[in-house]
T-cell receptor
């Protein structure tokens, strides 16, 4: 599976959009981009995933660049409850989810 | 229950003892995964089940670790002769379909193991 690179930490003001970047320059054509988050002392929670097109659900939006070498997870109106570690994962067909170190997002009042 | 259930939620044991950790996946989920998370670290993949068979055991750290799944449901992770470095949260996840699809993983709350 392709490796991903994320900043170790980010801050965001409550109510503002949180934009979490992820680089996956070695991604293959059949690999999906997944985002999970882990709130302290809880199991990881699925957020969103995509292949080529941008995706949106009730939690977030996923913007994937045209060359698919990077993506951005957008939380449109961050709340204090969004404070968590966010993991960007690329997953091949037949592959398993390999978690990196993620980005620790702190939403501040 | 509606989610993945793990037990015990906390386990304290002495070095050298054996422990068993249990995972009840979401009903109907054919794929089941075990991960380990040491304090302040990311998740390490341990093993994956599709049905009752384990096509990927590549993450098991040593032969002291084993896992089984029966009835395409409950899974047990067994750690023999525990060592202090086994202290971690052990997380189980299940998925409606197995590896090779886009199904999301649903995680339990984990079993926290402390080896004294």
């Amino acid at each position: 599976d392709a490796k991903t690179t994320q900043p170790p930490s980010m801050d965001c003001a409550e109510g503002r959009a949180a934009n979490l970047p992820c680089n996956h320059s070695t991604i293959s054509g059949n690999e999906y981009v997944y985002w999970y988050r882990q709130i302290h002392s809880q199991g990881p929670q699925y957020i969103i995933h995509g292949l080529k097109n941008n995706e949106t659900n009730e939690m977030a939006s996923l913007i994937i660049t045209e060359d698919r070498k990077s993506s951005t997870l957008i939380l449109p109106h961050a709340t204090l409850r969004d404070t968590a570690v966010y993991y960007c994962i690329v997953r091949a067909m037949g592959g398993k989810l390999i978690f990196g170190q993620g980005t620790e997002l702190s939403v501040k009042p | 229950g509606a989610g993945v259930s793990q037990s015990p939620s906390n386990k304290v044991t002495e070095k050298g003892k054996d422990v068993e950790l249990r995972c009840d996946p979401i009903s109907g989920h054919t794929a089941l995964y075990w991960y380990r998370q040491r304090l302040g670290q990311g998740l390490e993949f341990l093993i994956y089940f599709q049905g009752n068979s384990a096509p990927d055991k590549s993450g098991l750290p040593s032969d002291r670790f084993s896992a089984e799944r029966t009835g395409e449901s409950v899974s047990t992770l067994t750690i023999q002769r525990t060592q202090q470095e086994d202290s971690a949260v052990y997380l189980c996840a299940s998925s409606l379909r197995g590896v090779g699809n886009t199904g999301e993983l649903f995680f339990g709350e984990g079993s926290r193991l402390t080896v004294l």
